[in-house]
Nanobody, 121 residues
Framework: QVQLVESGGGLVQAGGSLRLSCAASGRTISRDVIGWFRQAPGKEREFVGVISWGGSTSYADSAKGRFTISRDNAKNTVYLQMNSLKPEDTAVYYC???????????????WGQGTQVTVSS
């Protein structure tokens, strides 16, 4: 059973950057597709991006050009680099393991507890 722990969130001004980490324990995630999601207050959890075991990435339109997902299999960790942050990026950010093809939250499992990102204007 894999456990995921997100970290790296915090308070940042608009235009700033943050790097979130998703550290896995229990087993290796080197062969897993890992997704990042976020959930703002009163809103549904939404897809941010995903990285394949080979390093290929795909992003939601809201993240394209600003966010980058990478992975370090030696550290069993996936990262989300967020640049040019906007107030509308404020949310709790989660990582998860993809269980079936798709980008809906129901396609993913083994969710971490999330890390809060707050972007001030």
């Amino acid at each position: 059973q894999v456990q995921l722990v997100e970290s790296g969130g915090g308070l940042v001004q608009a235009g700033g950057s943050l790097r979130l980490s998703c550290a896995a324990s229990g087993r290796t995630i080197s062969r897993d597709v890992i997704g990042w999601f976020r959930q703002a207050p009163g809103k549904e959890r939404e897809f941010v991006g995903v990285i394949s075991w080979g390093g290929s990435t795909s992003y939601a339109d809201s993240a394209k050009g600003r966010f980058t997902i990478s992975r370090d299999n030696a550290k069993n960790t996936v990262y989300l680099q967020m640049n040019s942050l906007k107030p509308e990026d404020t949310a709790v950010y989660y990582c998860a393991v993809r269980r079936q093809f798709g980008v809906r939250s129901t396609d993913f499992g083994s969710w971490g507890q999330g890390t809060q990102v707050t972007v001030s204007s």
